[in-house]
């Protein structure tokens, strides 16, 4: 399958295109160049986002960080930010191309918890509902790579 350049690089590709679909319609200009780059990153993180499953250097020290930043969270009254790290915790205990990798879980997860905040936030509403694209959008092109990969290798049989 794809390392994790690959699907870095893909995600790239698709913040661009989605990037300029966004900006010829006009929605791109009422963000900064900061949140601009918060999306591209989150395009990004989602690119990779599916494989959080994968034992890595990188899930290791997601693990030994969680021990301090879940606590934390919990007393500073970050209820949200404690519920989403401790969802992403879970993660380990999943088999690889199980859920992370099911398309429809890559859409609704990342809208469902941008809903959530912005239930607390409303004046956030546009920036947190175009995060949620950007990342879902990512992700799916992780899914896409490993299927198109995938159908590479099986059609040569």
């Not at 959530?116 to 546009?126: C, K, V």
């Amino acid at each position: 399958m794809p390392n994790s350049r690959v699907h870095l690089l893909a995600g790239g590709a698709v913040y661009a295109g989605l990037y300029s679909i966004m900006k010829h319609i006009g929605h791109m200009d009422s963000f900064s160049w900061p949140i601009q780059g918060f999306l591209c990153g989150l395009t990004l993180l989602g690119s990779i986002f599916p494989d959080i499953d994968v034992a890595s250097n990188m899930q290791k020290t997601f693990y030994k960080s969680m021990v301090f930043i879940l606590p934390l969270s919990f007393f500073l009254n970050r209820r949200c930010f404690f519920v989403l790290l401790f969802l992403c915790g879970l993660f380990q205990v999943l088999r690889h191309r199980g859920i992370t990798h099911n398309p429809l879980f890559l859409i609704v997860a990342p809208f469902s918890l941008g809903l959530g905040i912005a239930l607390q936030q409303p004046h956030h509403l546009s920036v947190l509902l175009t995060s949620c694209i950007f990342l879902s959008a990512g992700a799916l092109s992780h899914v896409a790579l490993d299927r198109f990969k995938t159908y590479l290798l099986y059609r040569k049989r």
